[in-house]
């Protein structure tokens, strides 16, 4: 046998090495997929949206805009303004 070092690898070698690289390739592919956020599995995710907190669906308008108030979202000369609206709108 001119070529050859040794005897080689058998047909069962060449077997177990395919399947190895078959199973290792596999292993790779279900990792990167069970890893990555998933947005279309039913089941693992619901269906994101937005909801109110149960307190700001029974908040009056004055009482957003006391929370805006000491929030700091508004200075006082808007949270006057908009107060005295709202008084005068009831």
Do not use: C, K, N
């Amino acid at each position: 046998m001119m070529g050859w070092y040794g005897h080689g690898m058998g047909g069962g070698a060449w077997i177990f090495m395919g399947l190895f690289w078959i199973a290792l390739i596999a292993l790779i592919i279900w990792l990167v997929i069970r890893l990555l956020p998933s947005h279309g599995h039913a089941g693992t995710a619901t269906t994101a949206q937005p909801t109110l907190p149960a307190s700001s669906v029974q908040d009056s308008p004055l009482d957003i805009l006391d929370r805006r108030f000491a929030h700091g979202e508004i200075d006082l000369e808007t949270y006057q303004a908009h107060r005295a609206v709202l008084i005068a709108a009831r």
